[in-house]
């Protein structure tokens, strides 16, 4: 699109939740939503599967986007992370958020704000079309503990790097 940025679109199906909190992702995908907006980009969330027959995200008007959340989590299963987004597919993007992982890095009060950060963090990724990671912010690799404490007090934020390769992209 000749370098020019244009804000991005994206369509959010959550069809593998096999948790039982149900508010812990429907306040998860607010915060993720949030994040997203504050550099641009307008996601639409449903529960379920993309249905070709009824699907409005048609791949010039925005990007379809699989999210799969865990409950539980082979320890072999991408090690320490707390989700991945799988960016080799072929057709649609698809993320795994680990809720057992997500649940035990703090008390369950924080549970939804953590997983919209991984949800937030995954979706960059894919908006940025590469798997690389940010010195600080939503995408450094792995949060410490100074960077819980920040995202439970406010959204952690992209970088401008970050900012530039997705509304780039």
């Known amino acids: 699109q000749g370098g020019q940025s244009v804000s991005p679109k994206i369509m959010v199906y959550l069809g593998g939740v096999t948790v039982p909190e149900a ?4 306040n998860a995908t607010a915060v993720a939503s949030r994040i997203l907006a504050s550099v641009g980009v307008d996601s639409r969330w449903e529960m379920g599967t993309p249905d070709p027959q009824r699907n409005p995200c048609r791949p010039a008007i925005c990007e379809a986007i699989e ?4 409950s539980i989590t082979p320890p072999e299963d ?3 992370a707390l989700g991945y987004a799988d960016l ?3 057709s649609g993007a698809r993320i795994h958020a680990f809720y057992d992982r997500i649940y035990a890095v703090h008390d369950a009060r924080h549970t939804y704000q953590v997983l919209g950060h991984v949800l937030a963090h995954e979706i960059s990724h ?3 079309g ?3 990671h940010s010195a600080e912010g939503l995408l450094k690799a792995c949060w410490d503990h100074s960077d819980f404490a920040r995202m439970f007090e406010r959204p952690l934020g992209l ?3 970050d900012v530039h390769l997705i509304l780039q992209h």
């Open 78 to 80: 991408h090690p320490g």
């Open 67 to 70: 999210i799969q959340i865990d």
């Open 159 to 161: 970088t401008p790097d």
């Open 130 to 132: 590469v798997n690389r």
């Open 23 to 26: 508010p812990n992702v429907r």
């Open 126 to 128: 894919i908006l940025e």
């Open 88 to 90: 080799s597919r072929l």
